[in-house]
C-alpha cells in the first residue's frame, strides 16, 4: 500500500514539476524482442500476464530489451508483425495466442529472415517459426482428479468450470477437467469404499472480461453446491474468487472449502493463500523465455514445440512455486507486500488439509500422463467436444 | 369601457417614478446588424398604466425584455426609483419588484397551475408549500376576480385561462411594476375587458403597469398615458387625455388601413371545401356534438375569427392533413379528403400559409432556395426520376425572390436562419400562392408585417380571389378579417357559433360570438 | 458581403476540427509528461508511423476504411434527426453474413458480389426492428440500437462456435474462399479494394443527400419534423429510409472488413477484428461532422492515429491507450460550438494582456 | 429449484441492480433538468478506477467511495460546463467522455502497476452483511435509500420543481427567476458524483477490483433504464434489478446441465437485452420526457 501512495505522490509532482521528459534509455542490449499480444491485452493475471512475465524474466536474466505491441483490433495482428519485422531491429518476435495465427503465417513467409515465436499454435509450419504448444487437457486433468476428490473429501458433489469465449484452447481446459473428475471419482472410491458422485457444472460466459459473470456463474455453482470452481476466463477469476470469498464470509469463514482453481498462472496468492487450492499452470512464460534464450544462445529454430506435464511446461502448483508468484502478484497490484508472509501461512494450513493420500493420487495421475498409460482427450478438440461430453458426462 | 375610464386617476407627475429606463438603445449581433432600439427614454410611475403602443416589430417586446431583465442592452441606464440598477437576468428584475407577462405562454404544460406559481417562489429547496400555494391563490383568484382553479395541470386549460394563469403567477409575488406583452391575444373582448378591471385594481394598490398594445382600442380603455414607438425610436409620450385615435393611429402607423376592401361582388356557386360535422383530433372533449361545419366557396374568402385555442389549429390541421380527424369529414374541390396525408391535400392544391412561420414554413438551417422548394422539388421540373434540378431550382427561387421583394443575400448560401421575420413570410407567401392554388388557408398572415407589406399582402388575396382562389383567412385581428371577408365566421371551442357577411359585420357583434355567445345573453 | 466570406464560413469546420485535434495533442502531451515519457519523441513516432511512408499510409487507409462506413451510418442518421448507434451489431450481421453466402459456390465475380450484397441486405434487416420499434411503439433508438448490439453479439457468437464454424480451426468461422475475397491494393500492406468501395459508398451519399428527392427529404427531417410533415414529406418514410441506409452500409462495413482484411477472411470467436468499428464510427462521425466528405478525413485521421499508436509502443514506449485518451479530448474539443471564435476570443486577451 | 436458489438469484439480482440503479437515478435527475449525457459508461469507468485507487490508497473502502463520487462530479461538472455555459453539444460530449474515459483508465492501469487490472484488498472492500440466507452489501440498502430520496426531492419538493421546470421550460423557469445554467449544472454534478459511486461500487464492492473493460456496458443500460423508467427513480429501481435479475438468471441457469443442452447459452445470455427491449416496447410504450431535453438554453 505504501508503495501506491509513493506512486501516486510521484505522479503528483511529474504533473505539477513539468521538468522535460526524460528520454528513453537506450543502453545497449543482449538483443531486442517484441512480444505481440492479443486484443485481450495485459491485465488479465493469467493468460496474456505469463506471457509478458517471460519476457520480463528474460529482459533481467538474459539482458534482453522487451517492447510489448498491443493490438486494438484482430485486424491489427498483421501489421503490428509486419511492423515489427520491417524495423529489422527485432532478434525475435513472439505472437502471444493462437488468434495470431494467421497473421503470423503471412508475416513468416514474408519476412523469412526474421525470427519469430508462437504461443498456442502448432499448425503453421515455417523454418523461421517456433510454434509452441501446451497440453491444457493434462494439465486440466491433473486438477479434474484433485477437484472431485477433495469435493468428494468434503461431501461435496459438485465442482464447475468457469470457462470464457467458446474456442478451441478452452475446449482442451474442459475435456481434460472432465477425464479427471472421472479419475478422481473412480480413486476416490476405491480408496475410501465410499460412493463419489461428483458432478460438473459447466458454462462459457462468452467473455473474457465482464467480471460479473463470472462471479454470477460461481455464485450459481456454490449455490448448487460445488466445492471447487475452475477458472478457464482469465480475468473472470476475480469474480470467481469474489464469489467464493463473499460465500465464505457469510458463514464467518474466510479459508476454504469452496475452493478455486487458478489457471494459467499461479494464482494460489490470491484470496489470502487459502482460497485457491491449486492452479493448473500454463507455462506461458517459459515458452517464451525459452524461445528468448535460444534467440540470444543462438540455437533458434523453426519448428513445434510441445510443453506439457514432463517438461514442466504445464504443471498443478507446488509450494516451490508460491513465492515466485506472490512476487508476480505484488507486481501486478493483486497483493501487497506485506501480506507475503500470512499467505505463505494460510497456503501451507489449506495443503496440510488435505489427505496426503489425495496429493499422491493426483502425483499418480501425472505418473500415468507421463508414461502414457493416461489418455487424456484431447489433442485438438475443435470437433470432438461433443464426443467427449458424452463419454465424461456432467 | 367608458366608466372605465370616468374613474381613472388623473396622471400626476407628482406620484412616485417607480422605474425608469434612460436612453436605453440595444443591437442584436448578426449579419443583419442594426440598432432595434435607438435611445429609449421611458418611465412608469405608482398607480398608472403606462402604455407602450407601436406596430409589431417597432420593438415595444424588446423595451419590456429590457425593463425586466430578460435582455441584455447595449447601452443606457435602467433606474428602480431612482437608484440604477444592473439587470442580467429575470431574477435581478424580480427582486426589484419588477415582473413581465409575456406574449407567449412561459408555462409549464405538465405542471398545475399552482406549481407553476410555485415555481417562481422563493423558498427552501426542500420544503414544499404546493397546500399553502393553493390556498392563496383561491384567495388571489377570489380578489382580483380571475377565475382558475389552481389543482388544474395548466396543458387542460384554454388559453385564456393559461393566460390568467400567467397574471396569477405574476401577481404572486406582488410586484411593484408589471410588464404586460400583449396580454389580450388569447383573450375574448369581454375577458379583456375584465382584465383591465384588473389592471385598474392594481394601479389602485399603487402599482405601476406598462401595458403594451398594437390595438387602438384597447390603448384608450386602459391607459392613463401613451409612449408610441415606431421602427425602434419613441414618437413621444402624453398623457392620453391630451390624444385622439386619428392622432395616435397616424403616429404609430403612418397610413392608415382601409376599412374594408373593396371588391368585385361574384356570386358565389361552386364549394372550394366543405366540412361537414367535423371534429378534429384533440378536441373530442371540447367541441360540441354537431361538430363543426362550413362551406367555402369558389373565389371567395372566409375569415375565421376566434380567440386563439377554440379549435384553430385542430381546424387546420384537419383541412390541410397535418393530423387526423375524429368524426366528421372534410371535402375538398368535391374529393372527400377525410384523415389523407399533407401530400394529398397538397397535390390537390390546398396552399396553406401557416401561423408559426419560422417554426413550420420554414426550415431554418436550409437554404432559401431549398425552402422556396420546400413543396416543390419533388415536382418536375424541380426533379427528374428523383434527382434534383439544382438549375431549375435557382432559376425559380430568384423569380420568387424578386417578385415578391424578399430581400435575401444568397439563394444558396443564406440559411433561412438569418432573415427577418417579414422576409421570411414574403417566401413563404411566394412559395405558396406562385401556383395561383385552388383553395389557400391563411393563418394570421400579415401578423409582424409593417402597414406597406400588410397592403401589398391584402392586395395579394383579393388578386388570387378574383382569380377564382378560395381563402381561408384564419385571423385573431379583427381588423384584418373586417377588412378583407367577404364572410366571417366566429369559432368558439370547436364550433362556428355565427356567419355575418362581411360588409355588415361589427365588432360587438363578433366579440360576442367570440365568448361564444353567451355572454351577450347574460348582460 | 465579399465573395470570399462564404468560402471562410465552409472552411470553419475544418479550422475548429483541426484545432480540436491540436488541443487533444496537447493534453495527450501533458499526460506523457506527467509520465515521463517524451512527447515530441512520441508524436515524432506517431506521425511519422501513421503517415510517414507508402506502408504507414496504406495501413492508415486500411484502418479507416470500415470507420468511413460505420461513420456514415451514424452521420446519416443524424442528418435524418436519429440517434443510430446501432452500427457495432449491424456490422457483426454484416460480417457473417457475408462469410455465409461466400460459402455458395459461386464463380468470380459473382461470389463476391453476393456477399457483398447479402451483408448489405443483413444490416438492413438488423436495423429494421429499430425503425420499427420507434414507428409502431415509440421506443427510442438509443434503447433498442444498444439491445440489438448485443444480441448481435451473442448470436454471432452463437453462429461461429455453432453454425459457420471452421471445423478444423474451431476459434473462428470457415475463411472466405480466396476468389470472393477483395484483392490487396499493396502488396505486404492490409490496403485493399474495400477501400473503393467505402469511397463509392461515400460518393454515393453524397449525391443521396445533396442531390436527390430522397435526400432533401431526409435533411428536412432530421432540422425540423414540423415543418418536413407539413411540406408533404412523411416523417415515418425517413425514419425507415435512415435505418435502412444505416443498416445497409454498416453492413457494408462488415462484410469489408471481413473480405479485405488480411489474412484471415473469416470471423474470429469474441469478434476481435470488428469490435468497436461501430462505436468508433461514432467519434469519425462527430470528428468529421457528419459530412461524408468530412468523414473520409477523419476516418483517416483515426485510422492513420491506430497505426501510429502502434508504432508509439515500439520507440517511445508510449502505451496504445494514449491514443483513445487524445481521441476522446479531441471529442470533446469539438462539441464546443464556434470553437474558432473563443479561441481567437482568448487569442485577442492573451495579445491584450502580454 | 430450491429456496436456496432463488435467494441466490435476488441477492444476484440486487447486486447487479446497484450500479444500473446509480447511474440510472443521476441521468434521471439530469434528464429531468434537460441534460442528456450518454457519457455514462465512461464516469462509471472512471469511478471504478477512482474508487480502486482512493479505497488503497487512504485504507478505507467509504473513501473510495467518495473518490469515485468526486471524480464522477468532476466528469459531471466537465459535461455540464460544457454543455450549459459553453453551450456545446450534449451527445458529442457524452461520447467523447467514453471514449476518453476507456483510454484514460486502461492508461493509467498501465502506468500505476499492471496493466488492465488492479484489486482492491478485501479489507478495504466494503464489508457485506451477513444474512444467513446470503450476503448483502450495504450499497443496495444506499442505493434504495437514493433513490427514494432522488424521488421525494424531485416529486415532493421545491428544488425538484425548480429541476423540472429547467427542463420542461427553461424559459419559463428563466422568467420565474431561476438559473437555468446553474441548476443545469449543479443537477450535473449530481448525475455524475451518483454514476462515480455506481462505479466506485464496481471496484471497492462488488468485483473487489478494477479492470479496463469492468463496466462491460452497464452505463448504456443505465440509459436504457432511464427510458425504461420515465424518469421516475422508483421504477429505476426496478428497471435496475429486472435487468440484474435477467442477467443474474441467464448466467445461473446456464450453469444448469439440462437447461444448457435445450437451448445454448448464447441464446441465454441475449435474454436479458430481448426481455429489456420487449419490456420497453410493450409495457411502457412512449415515455413524455422533459420538452427542453437535450437543447442548451439561450436567452435571447
Redesign the interface.
Known sequence: MRSFRVKILALLISLFAFVGGPLMGTAAAAGKVALVLDVGGRGDLSFNDMGFKGADEAKTKLGVEVVEIQSNSAADYLPNLQNAARTGDFDLIVGVGFLLADAMAEAATEFPNQNFAIIDVTWLGKPNLMEIGYEENKGSALVGALSSMVAAHYGKDKIGVVLGIEIPVLYKFEAGYRYGMHWGNAKYEKVTGKKANVGLLWTYTGTFSDIAKGKAATEAMLAQGAGLVYNVAGPLGIGDLEAITEHLEAKGKSAGPPFMIGVDANQDYLGDGHRVLASMMKRVDFGVYSAIESVVNGTFKGGVTILGPNNGGIAMSGKQDLADFIDFGIKGGAISASDRDSITKNWTAMRGAIPGWIWDAVDELKAEISAGTAEIPCGWCADTIGEIRDKYPD | MTDQMGISPPPTARSEILLEARGISKG?PGVWEHLILEHIDFDVRAGEVHTLLGENGAGKTVIANIL?G???KTDGEILVKGQPVTLE???D???HGIA?V?QEL??????TVA??V????????????KQAVEQQLDDLVAHYGLQVDPRVRVEDLSAGEQQRVEIL?VLFHQPEVLLLDEPTSLLTPQEADQLFKVLRAMTDEGKGIVFISHKMHEVFAVSDRVTVLKLGKARGTMPISQTNEDDLTRKTFGETVPDYMERPAVEFTENAIEVDRLIPKGLEKKAPASGLSFALHKGEILGLAGVAGNGQSELIASI???SGVSSGTVTILGEEMTNR???A???KGVA?I?E?RR????????FVA?NVA??D??KTPF?RH???N?EEITRHAEEIVSRFNALV??LW?TECRILSGGNIQRLILGRETWREPPVIIASHPTEGLDAKAIRHTWELFLALRAKGSAILLISEDLDEVMSLSDRIGVIFEGGIVGVVEGENANREQLGHWMAGGKISAAA | ?STLK?WI?RLNPLVESLMAGLIGLVIGALIMLAFGYNPIAAYISLFSGSFGSVYSWAESLANATPLILTAMTFAIAMRGGLFNIGAEGQLYIGALAAVAVSLIDLPFPLNAVAALGAAIVAGMLWSLPVALLKLTRGVHEVISTIMLNWIAHFFAFYLIANVLTDPKRGEKTISIIESARLARILPGTSLNYGLVIALIAVAAILFLLW????G?EM??SG??Q?????????LRKQVLRVFLIGGAIAGLAGAVQVMGRPPTYAVMSGLPQLMNLGFDGIGVAMIGRNHPVGIVFAAIFFGGLMVGGRIMQFSPGVPLELVRVVEGVIIITLAIPELRRLFTFFLAKFKRGA | MELAHIWGILFISLHAMVPITLAAIGETIEESAGLFNIGLEGILLLGALAGAIGAEASGSATMGLMAGIATGGLIGLLFGVLSTTLRGSQLITGVGINMFALGFVALMLTLLGAPGFHSVPRAVQVPLIPLGIGNLSPMVLVTVFLAVVVWW?LR????G??I??VG??P?????????VNTLRLGTAIAAGMLAGLAGAYLSVDWFGAVTKEITAGRGFIALATVVFSGLNPLLALLGGFIFGLFEGLATWISTYPAIKKIIPWQFVAMAPYIITLLVVAGAIGRV?FPKGLGVPYL??
Do not use: C
Open positions: 442584436f425586466s430578460y435582455y441584455g437576468s429575470p431574477r428584475g424580480l427582486a413581465m409575456h412561459m408555462l409549464v404544460p405538465a405542471f406549481e407553476n410555485m415555481v417562481g417562489l422563493n423558498a427552501p429547496g426542500l420544503s414544499f408549500r403567477k390541410t392533413g397535418l396525408t399533407p401530400r391535400f397538397i397535390e396553406h401557416p408559426r417554426e413550420m414554413g420554414i426550415i431554418e438551417q436550409m431549398e420546400l413543396k422539388y419533388r426533379s428523383t434527382i434534383l439544382r443575400p444568397d448560401e | 458581403m462564404p464560413k442531390r436527390t428527392s430522397a432533401f435533411r428536412a432540422y425540423n414540423e415543418a418536413t410533415h407539413y411540406a408533404g414529406i412523411s | 426531492v415532493r419538493t421545491q428544488l420543481l425548480w423540472r421546470a420542461e421550460n424559459a419559463a423557469a428563466d422568467v420565474a427567476g431561476l438559473r413524455r436567452r435571447e
